[in-house]
């Protein structure tokens, strides 16, 4: 499958007119060999890509890489190598940083791609069955501390804790994210960070599992209030009507829209502060985003969360989240009620 993966890349570098790409995000490299640095390393892919890395990590990508694997002490000594085989116009990431361009800058052009980015919006089955893993594990870890949560007697960082904890019990690398844990009116604010105040209602929980590289993310909100029940069912609303506009041809845009415009209709428009989702996969934010300026066409076999959400300031918020799998239709990952 790799192979498959790597050779269908590296034509598409020739396609566009490119000598070959220089890769460094640890997502990217891996994406593309199966080896996550845990040390510096950077990926040139050609006809015959190698992985340049550090002695303290070689070992480690011998044993994991796909790719050919070999030491070298200074990005100089990539920048001869490209110098020697006389490349004129090279790839390389968005998310390359000022300082590495700077160092391997030389008489060839370096041009920003986004070449890997639109390749992993497209999931291989392999990859959709770890979302589905990590999240099965993200369900059951929260269904075991939810009635922690409800008896209000811990704080956020309490439960933020223990639900790391559980997570890694239940067979997650770790967590994809810092996990929101939010109370009261902490949860008007989407990334809020957990306290050490005792929990209280309205509680919203944004959360999300590792496993085998890959991430999960989910939200629920639980409410209490009738005030709180009515901006819950709105949210809902826009929640489940977008997820069954879901359908391959559809821009992102237009999903953003339809949630955006039921929230709207209600008079908290001005409320939903925050894009209706985003892809996701190695990184827990990928392309495409389900957002008004996102044109991208959703395609089978993309996977990205919708999570519409209302946040009345100084008062409380709600939001509601889970990850689509898009096949014919959308499908929702997991089988967590989205009422607790």
Not at 11 to 32: A, L, P, R, S
Not at 232 to 238: K, T
């Amino acid at each position: 499958m790799n192979e498959r993966k790597i050779k269908t890349i590296i034509e598409e570098i020739y396609q566009k007119g490119f000598d070959g790409m220089i890769i460094k995000d640890i997502n990217n490299i891996g994406y593309i060999s199966n080896y996550f640095p845990t040390a510096f390393a950077v990926c040139l892919l050609k006809e015959e890509p190698v992985i340049y890395t550090t002695i303290m990590d070689l070992e480690f990508a011998e044993n994991s890489s796909d790719i050919e694997v070999k030491t070298f002490k200074s990005l100089k000594d990539l920048k001869e190598i490209l110098n020697k085989e006389n490349y004129k116009k090279i790839a390389v990431e968005k998310t390359l940083d000022i300082e590495t361009y700077q160092k391997i800058s030389g008489e060839y052009e370096l041009i920003i791609s986004d070449l890997l980015e639109k390749e992993r919006m497209i999931k291989t089955s392999d990859e959709i069955a770890k979302i589905k893993k990590a999240t099965d594990i993200a369900h059951k870890s929260f269904n075991e501390v939810k009635e922690d949560m409800k008896n209000k007697k811990f704080s956020e960082l309490a439960i933020s804790y223990k639900l790391g904890q559980i997570l890694r019990d239940n067979g997650a690398e770790g967590e994809s994210f810092d996990t929101i844990i939010a109370s009261s009116s902490s949860t008007s604010l989407p990334h809020s960070t957990p306290s050490n105040n005792k929990i209280d209602y309205p509680i919203l929980v944004d959360w999300g599992a590792k496993y085998h590289n890959y991430c999960s993310d989910t939200t629920r909100t639980i409410v209490y209030s009738e005030k709180e029940e009515e901006i819950f069912n709105i949210v809902l609303e826009a929640y489940n009507k977008t997820i069954k506009s879901i359908k391959p041809g559809i821009k992102s845009c237009n999903l953003d829209k339809i949630a955006r415009d039921i929230i709207t209709e209600y008079g908290y428009g001005e409320n939903f502060i925050h894009t209706t989702g985003h892809s996701l996969g190695l990184d827990i934010h990928e392309e495409p985003r389900i957002a008004k300026n996102d044109k991208t066409i959703i395609e089978k076999n993309m996977v990205f969360t919708i999570e519409p959400g209302i946040y009345l300031k100084g008062e409380f918020g709600v939001r509601i989240e889970d990850t689509i799998h898009v096949s014919n239709r959308g499908k929702v990952i997991g089988n967590l009620n989205p009422v607790i």
